[in-house]
């Protein structure tokens, strides 16, 4: 009983269901990154091509959040790209960014339910629900952010700047494929990017040309210990 006590004591969620689950210590739980952006920017393409270059290696992990479906979970589930075991489905059924920002219970709860079933892992990929330009994530359910834009909106989208552009670990920039398409100026958008993230970091990536994320991936790799 005083070990469960212990638990409670350095996690401060409540567990309405009575469900006593343990979370590890931090010194080993995984690596947790968040991946938010607008809806359609490319971020269950990108968890996707992470899981297939991560898991040759790394214990790797999946939470999905999605407001009314488990969409993105059944995506991932039919491309085959972790075991079922591996992905666990959010619904959050109110405005995405409340999950992973304000009542992060529920995530909270679905990556310590990993853990315990799967043991120790090296990398959780929490996907948010999609949202506009400020959703973040809060620093108590990852450690580093991922910010995913795309280029089909037009080269204006990191000048607009908020929360996500400005403040994310590592800001991508996605479907460089297409800037021709849509008369994207990518150098545009490498200015206007470097001007408002000052020394953070962003790439440039198309998952149609580049099905590993190469730069994504090396940029996760440096964190994992
Ligand atoms: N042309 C192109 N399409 C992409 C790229 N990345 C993702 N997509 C497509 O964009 C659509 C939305 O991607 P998805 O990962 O579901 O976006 P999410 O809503 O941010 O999770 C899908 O049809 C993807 O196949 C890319 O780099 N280039
Ligand atoms: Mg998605």
Partial sequence: MQAEHDHEADHDHPHPHGDP?????????????GIGGPVGSGKTALVA????????????????NDIYTTEDADFLLRNGVLPAERIRAVETGCCPHTAIRDDISAN????????????????????????????????????????????AGGDKVPRKGGPGVTSADLLVIN???????????????????????GDLPTVFLSLVEDRAAKPVQEWIRGLVP
């Fill in 21 to 33: 689950h343990h979370p590890l210590p931090d010194s080993e739980r995984a690596l947790r990154i």
């Fill in 49 to 64: 091509a992470l899981c297939r270059a991560l898991s040759d290696d790394l214990r790797v992990a999946v939470v999905t």
């Fill in 108 to 151: 909270l709860d679905a990556i310590e339910e990993l853990e315990e079933s799967l043991g120790p892992l090296d990398v959780i990929l929490v996907e948010s629900g999609g949202d506009n330009l400020t959703a973040t994530f809060s620093r108590g359910l990852v450690d580093r952010q991922i910010f995913v834009v795309d280029v």
């Fill in 175 to 197: 479907k460089t494929d297409l800037a021709p398409l849509v008369g994207a100026d990518l150098g545009v958008m490498e200015r206007d990017a470097a001007a408002r993230r």
